[in-house]
C-alpha cells in the first residue's frame, strides 16, 4: 500500500544537487516523522536520514532532508557515483495503523 | 555491533505456510521493537508488521491480516513470521529489522527469499 509518491526517478551529473520528493497526506507525513532509506543494487536497505532531518553517524553531510506540511524532501548535495542508488521515504499512517513506504526513486549519476 | 540474520525463506506452494526467524546479537534485544519488511523482485519497499517489545502489540499490513503472525522470543533473542495461505504475491525478499526510539528499521538483516509458485 504505498500511499506515499515519490518519482521514479531523478539524475545529475557529478557534484550537481539532486532533490526527491515524497508526497503523502494528513495522516501519515503530515503528523509524523519521515525516515529516508538508501538501497545500494544488491544489498539491503540502509537507514539514510531520520526525524524528518537526521543523520545517523557515517552519513556524509552532503545529504540532508525537510519536511513541510504533507511532502517530504531529500537533497544529495554533491552528487557521487557512489549514490547510484534506489531511495526510500517512510512514515507511520495514523489511519492505516501501520508504516509506508514510498514508492522509490531510483538516482543516477550521469 | 547489532547482527540480524533471517532464515527459513524457500519454496513454498500456493496455500503453503512457511515461518520465517531471524536471531539478533549485538544489542538488548528485549528493548527495541521489531520489523519484518518485504520486497517483491524488481520492486520497491513494503512493511510488513512489527511488533512492540514486550510482544503485547502488533501491527500488519492490511494485505497480510489474518494470514501472517508476527511474535518473539526474547529469552531467545529471536523474532518470527509465520505466514499462512502463501499467495504468488508474497514472493519476495523479506527483511528483519530493528527500531529505535527515532526511526522505523534502523538496522537491516540481509534478508531471505520466500517465492510461492507451484
Known amino acids: 500500500q504505498s500511499v506515499l509518491t515519490q518519482p521514479p526517478s531523478a539524475s545529475g551529473t557529478p557534484g550537481q544537487r539532486v532533490t526527491i520528493s515524497c508526497s503523502g497526506s494528513s495522516s501519515n507525513i503530515g503528523s509524523n516523522i519521515v525516515n529516508w532509506y538508501q538501497q545500494l543494487p544488491g544489498t539491503a536497505p540502509k537507514l539514510l536520514m531520520y526525524?524528518?532531518?537526521q543523520r545517523p553517524s557515517g552519513v556524509p553531510d552532503r545529504f540532508s532532508g525537510s519536511k513541510s506540511g504533507t511532502s517530504a524532501s531529500l537533497a544529495i548535495s554533491g552528487l557521487q557515483s557512489e549514490d547510484e542508488a534506489d531511495y526510500y521515504c517512510?512514515?507511520?499512517?495514523?489511519?492505516?495503523?501501520?508504516?509506508?513506504f514510498g514508492t522509490g526513486t531510483k538516482v543516477t549519476v550521469l | 555491533e547489532v547482527q540480524l540474520v533471517e532464515s527459513g525463506g524457500g519454496l513454498v506452494q500456493p496455500g503453503g505456510s512457511l515461518r520465517l526467524s531471524c536471531a539478533a546479537s549485538?544489542?538488548?534485544?528485549?528493548?527495541?521493537?521489531m520489523t519484518w519488511v518485504r520486497q517483491a523482485p524488481g520492486k520497491g519497499l513494503e512493511w510488513v508488521a512489527n511488533i512492540k517489545p514486550d510482544g503485547s502489540e502488533t501491527y500488519y499490513v492490511d494485505s497480510v491480516k489474518g494470514r501472517f503472525t508476527i511474535s518473539r522470543d526474547n529469552a531467545q533473542n529471536s523474532l518470527y513470521l509465520q505466514m499462512n495461505s502463501l499467495r504468488a504475491e508474497d514472493t519476495a525478499v523479506y527483511y528483519c529489522a530493528r527500531d529505535t526510539g527515532s526511526a522505523m528499521a534502523w538496522y537491516w538483516g540481509q534478508g531471505t527469499l520466500v517465492t510461492v509458485s507451484s
Open positions: 549485538g544489542f538488548t534485544f528485549s528493548f527495541y521493537w
Open positions: 526525524s524528518n532531518s
Open positions: 517512510a512514515a507511520w499512517d495514523d489511519r492505516l495503523k501501520g508504516h509506508v
